[in-house]
């Protein structure tokens, strides 16, 4: 329709009061206004913010395009807009205390803000424009009220302009896309989530949902929207949405559910737990001169990084054959070729070799062996994937005691053994038994954590 097309506006404007009873239509008009020169850009505005509230006295004017909506009620006395219909490159919001706005401002709207007797402010990390209000001694942007509307934010005359969502994915959310229209997609919600309505009554309400990578992003429903008690979707798709952030969270909340098209099959689950023997214990220690630099170190001799999602560490102390203590290696990967060294005490470990340790546990722990003990590496499936010592036999004095010294990992041995084979390992204590090397040793000097020499 042609802005400049005016007759219509005192009809439509009776047929709105009579029936919603609101003075706020009769602030309102729908004429437009190209008369005013824009002379800043959203940067420049946001350059302005000092910390504090601060009210704009600058003769400052910016544009940009409508990209919310509350008609569906969803979004509620603020305006959403970008600086260019597709690809742009900053948002902005104003808070206005005006109902069904989209009225007057409907998406893909120009429109021109003179910002002059503005307020300028900044929560939780994101710009606002609009009047003040006060709360809790504090004040802060709060609505333009109705009546202000008209001095502030006017229509351009040219026709609405098709809003073209930027399409991005979940690791690629940023700060410039904040208040701009985006379209993510192969997004699902969460099967914990299935039968819940999109929002509670009445209550705003936050919503996960994940992609086929397991990022997970907010999506922010009114409890008050029209589609409030609808079932969330149990396929896989699209959401368009205006990307809002809350300090470090970023959120995505659409205009209606025409934003949303969930028709595709769900992911497939990835697969996190597996079973290999490329993974072996490589080096254990129990320094003479200091237990506190204690170590287990493990090696990934394959070529790929290798993801220990469900494999866990076993000590078995002494002759015990119940298991003693456990680690959990889930969280962690090795990288190919690579080491990953587990102390029990992170901060000597720190102090002794000079760098941190990829995993730090607690005394007593498989990681924390006198010497005489056994180790098992097990993969998430309970298949024991390599060993050290024997289960059962005390390593007191055997071809597996390593106290107050070193048990290293032949480097011939490029695989994983669930049977303790004695030719593969280098062996130093203080008894040198049964083939062992009678030759405490002393840390840091002679052990080498991180490095498969």
């Not at 004429?31 to 302005?48: G, R, T």
């Not at 396929?235 to 959120?251: A, M, S, W, Y």
């Not at 690579?338 to 000597?348: D, F, H, K, Q, V």
């Not at 005390?394 to 490029?414: I, K, P």
Request: glycine letters at 8%; one cysteine or more; charged letters at 20%.
């Amino acid at each position: 329709m042609n802005r400049q097309i005016t007759f219509l506006i005192p009809m439509l404007l009776f047929l709105i009061n009579s029936c919603v009873k609101n003075t706020e239509f009769n602030a309102i008009s729908n004429a437009c206004s190209d008369d005013l020169v824009v002379n800043a850009s959203f940067s420049q505005i946001k350059e302005l913010y000092n910390g504090e509230l601060l009210q704009i006295q600058e003769d400052l004017v910016i544009e940009g395009y409508v990209i919310s909506s509350d008609k569906s009620g969803n979004f509620f006395s603020v305006l959403h807009f970008q600086d260019n219909p597709s690809n742009p490159t900053e948002g902005f919001q104003i808070e206005v205390d005006l109902r069904e706005s989209h009225l007057f401002f409907e998406v893909g709207s120009k429109i021109i803000i003179k910002l002059k007797g503005l307020y300028l402010g900044q929560s939780k990390g994101v710009f606002k424009l609009g009047g003040t209000f006060a709360a809790f001694g504090t004040t802060m942007v709060g609505r333009l009220p109705a009546l202000k509307i008209p001095e502030h934010i006017f229509l351009s005359c040219e026709d609405s302009a098709t809003i073209t969502p930027k399409v991005t994915a979940i690791q690629d959310l940023n700060e410039t896309l904040v208040n701009t229209l985006v379209q993510i997609d192969s997004l699902e919600f969460r099967i914990a989530d299935f039968g819940l309505p999109f929002a509670e009554v009445r209550e705003e309400t936050e919503r996960i949902v994940t992609d086929c990578k397991g990022n997970e992003l907010l999506m922010l429903n009114s409890g008050f929207a029209d589609f409030q008690s609808e079932i969330l979707p149990e396929n896989n798709g699209r959401i368009i949405g205006v990307l809002l952030q809350e300090g470090d969270d970023f959120k995505l909340a659409v205009r209606s559910l025409e934003d949303l098209n969930f028709e595709n099959e769900r992911c497939v689950e990835p697969v996190t737990e597996f079973t290999s023997t490329s993974i072996f214990i490589s080096e254990l220690a129990d320094p003479n001169n200091n237990a506190g630099a204690r170590f287990v170190e493990l090696y990934n001799v394959d070529d790929e990084p290798l993801d220990l999602n469900g494999w866990t560490l076993r000590r078995y102390t002494n002759a015990n054959t119940e298991i003693s203590s456990t680690i959990d290696l889930t969280g962690n990967i090795i990288e190919a070729r690579s080491t990953l060294l587990i102390s029990p005490n992170g901060a000597e470990f720190e102090l002794v070799y000079g760098f941190l340790p990829d995993i730090a546990v607690s005394t007593n722990s498989p990681a924390d062996s006198n010497g005489d003990d056994n180790l098992e590496l097990v993969d998430p499936f309970g298949t024991v994937i390599d060993v050290f010592g024997v289960i059962g036999e005390d390593g007191s004095g055997t071809n597996h005691e390593f106290e107050d010294g070193r048990a290293f990992r032949n480097l011939e041995v490029v695989q994983a053994s669930s049977i303790y084979t004695f030719s593969e390992w280098t062996i130093f204590n203080d008894t040198g038994g049964n083939g062992t090397i009678n030759m405490p040793q002393n840390a840091p000097e002679d052990f080498t954590p991180g490095m498969r020499e």
